[in-house]
């Protein structure tokens, strides 16, 4: 089987497959320790939410692509591409793993970084200011229902907020509003109820006070032509 992510990778957990296998995804390194983010997001959020429920993801994934032959051998990208013709174990198993790889790049320990040149020239452009950008960000947050994630897209060259439900992404072909992302927020309870428990809107507030603004930069960099 492929290496199939095109995300940093570490030595995959094996115990699921037989010897002379190789699952074709496995769990990114996290680029900073499960404290770095405290006080505003804690340690031990951050154990379960990456050592356990990330891990679910990528392991289910591996599982479930065994048997699909429109899964198998395929990267993330392919995958998210495709979403609406998968059945849902390989759906949200892939979109699981792809939406945390990408939100735990998207943080970053508290060091009072700002965001970039780019960022802002289109935050001014899109929503007049930042406060009003962080704004509309929140609402979305706290009108996702249930489960699901917030992004900030860019599509033709223009900044967009949008969400999905479950693990669903913005590079979906089944997302209501597709784009590329270049900022998330997981508002899924497992992200936050431990240290903020009902109180969605307290961590999106805290949110802002880890997100790596350099990492959102380079993605804008990186959308430049799509
Ligand atoms: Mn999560």
């Known amino acids: 089987m492929a290496a199939a992510s095109a995300l940093a990778v570490v030595a995959p957990d094996i115990s699921i497959w037989a010897q002379n296998d190789t699952p074709a995804f496995s769990l990114p390194v996290l680029p900073y320790p499960t404290d770095a983010l405290e006080p505003f997001i804690d340690k031990m959020t951050m154990e379960i939410h990456y050592g356990k429920h990330h891990k679910a993801y990528v392991d289910n994934l591996n599982k479930a692509i065994v048997d699909n032959d429109k899964a198998k051998d395929r990267n993330l990208d392919f995958l998210m591409s495709i979403a609406g013709q998968l059945p849902p174990a390989v759906r949200n198993n892939a979109g699981g793993h792809y939406n945390h790889s990408l939100f735990w790049t998207l943080l970053a320990p508290a060091k009072g970084q700002q965001p970039g040149s780019k960022f802002m020239e289109m935050v001014n452009a899109s929503f007049g200011s930042l406060d009003k950008f962080k704004e509309e960000f929140a609402k979305a947050g706290m009108q996702r229902f249930g489960s699901g994630w917030v992004w900030a897209i860019i599509k033709n060259n223009k900044l967009l907020i949008s ?64």
Do not use: C
């Open 163 to 226: 969400s999905t439900p479950n693990q669903d992404n913005p590079l979906m072909d089944v997302a209501e509003s597709k784009g590329y992302p270049i900022l998330a927020l997981d508002v899924w309870e497992h992200a936050y109820y431990l240290k903020y428990q009902n109180l969605r809107a307290d961590y999106i507030k805290a949110f802002w006070n880890v997100v790596n603004w350099n990492e959102v930069e380079k993605r804008i960099i990186s959308s430049e032509g799509k």
